[in-house]
């Protein structure tokens, strides 16, 4: 999977959502709304988020060195976890804490068209953001659901931008719900429904998030599809009987290791072996140009026995 998706995806959420927070600030200072101060520090949280998953692709970049032989990539994971605890405690719970303190202590609001207007104008831009992030995790997708993708995928800009994106459209659509209804009603309190709707929501998506995110960077394993084509590379082998075990596990979104121990013929020769093993990783690197990195071990499979080795 490369990372150029995952860059115009982040890239045009960032703009998006900096535009959208100076918006939300100026509708906000007009019309006193909690729903649009909501929606501005969401924003924010995101226009901020949007920046440390740049960053964290920049991290993933470095070449490996000394004290860190296998790179790294997972930097990716780990600002993208930092992305879905910002989200829950600058989004989710600065509105849930405004929509409480609107409830209680209620007040009218201000020009009303103005923040109508301006969550009109946020809805388009989030918009064209959220058809940027679809555009580009479409390929990756495949024949999957769009849960599924966001389950299973090891690159984590593209869920987590996807799911900021709904969010944000949903939360704008709780802001103009609340706003609208404060305003027909003559009732404030419509607006602190509103935005403690925005805060539950924001809870929702971060943690999901941190879920995610935080099984990425304790280290997930190949996906069924790619384990079933290292198997039927190795297997395709000549010099090799059977794949004894096989473990796996991704270093960053781009970088798979791949550790196997094979059953290899017991009248082999060190050189025949050494051939075998050889061959095996071109095979492997041709079927899953992600495995990268790779570890074979020959032993002798005694089925007899049942020695499935160390």
């Not at 969401?42 to 490996?64: M, P, W």
């Amino acid at each position: 999977m490369s990372a150029e998706g995952s860059k115009k995806a982040i890239v045009a959420a960032l703009a998006a959502n900096a535009g959208i927070a100076v918006a939300k600030f100026v509708g906000f200072a007009v019309t006193g709304s909690s729903s649009m101060l909501a929606e501005a520090v969401h924003s924010v949280a995101d226009t901020s988020n949007q920046g440390l998953l740049l960053l964290g692709q920049r991290e993933a970049a470095k070449s490996a060195d000394r004290l860190h032989p296998f790179g790294y990539g997972r930097s990716r994971y780990f600002y993208s976890f930092v992305v879905a605890m910002v989200l829950f405690t600058l989004g989710s719970l600065f509105a849930i804490y405004e929509g409480y303190e609107k409830i209680v202590h209620p007040h009218e609001l201000e020009s009303p068209i103005v923040a109508v207007v301006i969550l009109g104008v946020a809805i388009c831009l989030e918009g064209y953001s959220f058809r940027t992030a679809f555009g580009e995790s479409k390929p990756l997708k495949g024949s999957a659901s769009w849960w599924r993708f966001i389950r299973n995928s090891r690159n984590p800009e593209l869920p987590v931008v996807l799911l900021e994106d709904t969010g944000a459209l949903i939360g704008l659509a709780f802001a103009l719900g609340g706003v609208g209804l404060a305003t027909l009603t003559g009732d404030p309190i419509w607006d602190g429904i509103g935005t403690l709707a925005i805060g539950i929501l924001l809870g929702v998506i971060a943690v999901i998030l941190i879920v995610e995110m935080h099984s990425l960077l304790i280290g997930e394993g190949a996906t069924a599809a790619d384990e079933r084509a290292l198997f039927a590379a190795l297997e395709a082998e000549p010099g090799i009987d059977r794949v004894i075990h096989m473990k796996t596990q991704y270093l960053g979104p781009d970088e798979l290791l791949v550790a196997a121990k094979l059953g290899i013929p017991a009248g082999a020769t060190a050189v025949t072996i050494a051939d075998t093993i050889n061959s095996a990783e071109a095979r492997i690197r041709a079927s899953l140009p992600i495995a990268r990195v790779i570890y074979l071990e020959p032993d002798i499979y005694r089925e007899h026995t049942g020695d499935r080795g160390n």
